[in-house]
């Protein structure tokens, strides 16, 4: 399969692939604010390769959401990604890949069990379809809370960003 792989990436008709493979690689999670832990500390910043995500403790919600049907989303708990982190203060900014931004109090996250997913069914959600991250809520069990204008515009996609405040 390597070789394929290899020899695919020679070709100028597998370039495409190749493109989506890289892409795939450089999806990351970009962690900023109030944060004790860093992967580059004179940034302050602490940056999640697809690797370092998937080494986190995963977890999973099986819902429906507003654009999608029931589907199990996997990922990180946002619980987890504050551990990891060593993030405090109260509320998180999420900013996505559209300049779309949302504030959501850190109290969401255990109430709900909030994850940051990266599947849906376990394929890799794509950039062009709620990808890389998705934040979800488990709608489908608190249909009534979760399904508010307010609730729903924290059903963030696209997620690039985060910022602990
Ligand atoms: N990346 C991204 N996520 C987003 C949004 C957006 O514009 N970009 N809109 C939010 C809002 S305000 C709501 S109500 C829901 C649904 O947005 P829609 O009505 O544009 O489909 O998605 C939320 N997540
Ligand atoms: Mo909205």
Known sequence: MRIFKLLGCLSVAAALVCANATAEQAVTLEVIGNIKTFTDPAKRLFVLTPAHFQALPQSSITTATSW???????GVRMDDLIKATGAQGNY???????DYSVRISVSDFRKYGVIIAR?????PLPRNGFGPY???YPKDKYPRE???PTAEAKFVWQV???EFK
């Open 134 to 136: 998705f934040i979800i």
């Open 146 to 148: 979760l399904s508010t």
């Open 92 to 98: 998180v900014e999420i900013h996505a890949l559209d």
């Open 68 to 74: 999608t049907p029931v589907a199990t989303f996997s």
């Open 160 to 162: 690039n960003r985060i």
């Open 119 to 123: 599947y849906m069914n376990g394929q």
